[in-house]
Structures are given as C-alpha cells and as structure tokens.
C-alpha cells in the first residue's frame, strides 16, 4: 500500500488519479484526518501503517502566486523546509522508501555555451540571448541531444541545469523569492537522508482549465510576461514519478519536466493556433516593467536537462507534444 500526502492538492488529486489508473492500492492522508505534519503522530503512522512508499505532494504554496509566500512566511517555511526535513527524518527511522515533490523553481537561466565556453547565465532575458534561443532551439528538441548536433565553434546554444548543479535561485544565492529559497533549503534537509526520490517539478500545465493551469494562467494574464522554461505537463509528471518508483530507478534527485523549453511568445502563438480565443495578447515591454506593476518577488525562469530521468528508462514526451495534445483536448472550466 501507498501513502500519499497532499492528495486534496493541485499536483496530490493526479498523483491520485494516476494511482487508480493504475490500480495501485493507496491511502490518501489528509492534515484534517491525521496531522502528517507532527513527527510523533506520522511516525506512528508509519509504524502502524507500514507503507510501501510514501508520496508526499503536500507543501506550501502561494496563492494565486509566489507572491502571496512573501507574507506568509513562516507557513512557507513549515511546508517546504520543516515538514519535509520531519518526513525524511519518520521515513528513514522506519527505513520506509517515499518520495518528494520539489521545483525546478530553484533555478534561473540556463548554462549558455558561447564560442564553446559554457557560463551560467541567470538571466535568458536579454536581447542578445533571447534572439540566440529564439533561433537556435525548436520547442521540440532535447537540449543535449540539440547541442551535440552543433559544433563546438558555432556560437551560441544553451543547456539545462542538471541534479548536479548547485541551485542559483536560492537563499544561498539571492536574490530569490522566499518560496523558492525553501524549496531549495528543503531539498537540503532531505537529500541523503533515508531511501528517496526528489522529484522536480516545474510549471504545470494539462488540458484541463484551472486557475493553477499555466496555460490558463496564460490565457487570463492581461499582459504577458515573455521568459524562456521548461514545463511539466501534470499527469506525465506524476506517471514519470509513480514510473521511478514501480520501475525501482535508484533512489536521488530527478528533474522531471517534459524534454525541452517553451518561451512564453511560442504558448500563446500556440494558444492562438489551436484555441483562437476571442482576444489578443499583449507583452510586458521589459522585466522592469513587469516588476514594477505585476509582481512583488522575482521569478524563477529556466531551462532543465532531463537526461538523468530519460537516462534512466522512464519516457516523457516532448513539450511540443504535451502542449499541442493539452491544447487540442481543451476542456473549458464549466461554472
Ligand atoms: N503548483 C505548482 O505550480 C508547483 C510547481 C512546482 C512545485 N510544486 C510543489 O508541488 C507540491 C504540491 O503543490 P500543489 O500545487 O499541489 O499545492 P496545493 O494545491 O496548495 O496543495 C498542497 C496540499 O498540501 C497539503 N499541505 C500540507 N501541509 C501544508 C501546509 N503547511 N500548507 C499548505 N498545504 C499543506 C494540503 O493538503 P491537506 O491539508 O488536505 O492534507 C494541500 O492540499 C508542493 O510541494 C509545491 O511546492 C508546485
């Protein structure tokens, strides 16, 4: 038997859904029913219990946005860094196996690689860059496998950051947004600890219409911040992470977004291609502008590299696909 935490929650309900899909036998905890917050309490749980896996999907996150983490900080800091750290610490005294879900969100930028010397670049807003990514990577195309095609004197592509790279959106590395500096603090407190998974998840998106949906959240923007990331279509991430676990992929930290990166510029150019809503869309003229009127704390916007999970037999398909599939089977929110 599975025990999922979280499962009242925007990514909790897929993992759910994906487990009967699945016909998994599960127990979906919730802090009304039990607190899995308190140590004492969860680790009886556990012992009475006796879980296969654990899968937490609870944590702390702002609504509508990471904004709204800046003044709920210490709830952001329960979620994120304390609870997760007491998980680990229930799991790995009862040796139970689970896993995390964490955010690429500790990220900004890529690594750039410029007449073949590879820096990390925080920023992918710059004219120069931006007018490089534009024309160098297809949404499609795996941003290794694309970098291998080009020779090393061509002059500019760009590669994710991998599990191995030290996070750069951080509280170890300002600026950050408080939300993004305990996600990062609680990976920390749990890598190593006991037998686990991290999963990484970043901007989730399906067809289904939702205010947590990025391509709702697109659509409903009345100006649209332009950036470059990588995306995580929900139900492929939460199969890619229930696949970890049933295909018993060592234990560590995964990114799991679909293979690739989207700018915003080619969402809406698809949005429009395949939805034809009834309205255009306008962009913010600069970050500058964006910051002064549209958010309070700086945002994480990055590619990541997918290899290690792909690596690993567990198959994502491309962002190109997931986003043209989720936007061909739109299903309106009814009210
Ligand atoms: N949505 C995103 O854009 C996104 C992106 C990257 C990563 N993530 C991560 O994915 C996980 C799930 O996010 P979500 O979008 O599904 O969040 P959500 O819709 O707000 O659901 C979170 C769930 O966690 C539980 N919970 C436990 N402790 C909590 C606390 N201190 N504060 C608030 N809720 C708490 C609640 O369930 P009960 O009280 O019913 O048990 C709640 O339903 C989080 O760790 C988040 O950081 C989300």
Not at 115 to 126: A, S
Not at 185 to 202: D, K, N, Q, T
Not at 210 to 225: D, E, F, G
């Amino acid at each position: 038997m599975i025990t999922l935490l979280g499962s009242t929650g925007y990514i909790g309900q897929a993992f759910a859904a994906e487990l009967n899909r699945r016909g998994l036998a599960f127990e979906a905890l919730t802090r009304s029913q039990l607190d899995y917050t308190r140590f004492e309490d969860f680790l009886a749980y556990l012992r009475r219990a006796k879980p296969a896996f654990v899968i937490n999907a609870a944590g702390y996150t702002g609504k509508p946005n990471v904004d709204a983490c800046e003044t709920a900080k210490a709830d952001t800091l329960q979620g994120n860094t304390l609870f997760p750290a007491m998980l680990g610490h229930a799991c790995a005294a009862t040796d139970t196996p689970w896993g995390h879900v964490s955010s690429g969100c500790i990220y900004s930028g890529a690594k750039v690689v410029e007449q073949g010397v590879e820096r990390i670049e925080p920023d992918l807003t710059k004219p120069n860059l931006r007018e490089h990514y534009r024309s160098s990577i297809p949404l499609s195309s795996s941003i290794k496998e694309r970098a291998g095609e080009r020779s090393r004197s061509e002059a500019v592509f760009f590669r994710g950051f991998t599990e191995t790279d030290t996070p750069n959106f951080s509280f170890r590395s300002p600026p950050c947004s408080f939300y993004s500096g305990t996600k990062a603090l609680g990976e920390e407190a749990i890598a190593g600890v006991g037998r686990s998974y991290i999963w990484r998840l970043r901007i989730p998106f399906d067809e289904f219409d939702n205010a947590r949906n990025y391509l709702s959240k697109v659509q409903r923007y009345s100006k649209v911040y332009d950036n470059v990331n990588s995306i995580s279509h929900r139900r492929d991430f939460v199969a890619a992470c229930i696949d970890t676990w049933e295909k018993r992929v060592p234990f560590g930290t995964y990114n799991v977004t679909n293979p690739g990166a989207v700018t915003t510029r080619q969402v809406v150019e698809a949005i429009q291609r395949i939805l034809k809503p009834d309205r255009s869309f306008e962009f913010w003229e600069s970050d500058e502008e964006f910051y002064k009127v549209a958010a309070k704390t700086p945002r994480s916007n990055c590619i990541m590299d997918v290899s290690k999970i792909l690596g690993a037999g567990i198959k994502i398909r491309s962002v190109e696909e997931a986003l043209e599939d989720s936007l061909r089977n739109w299903q309106p929110e009814t009210k």
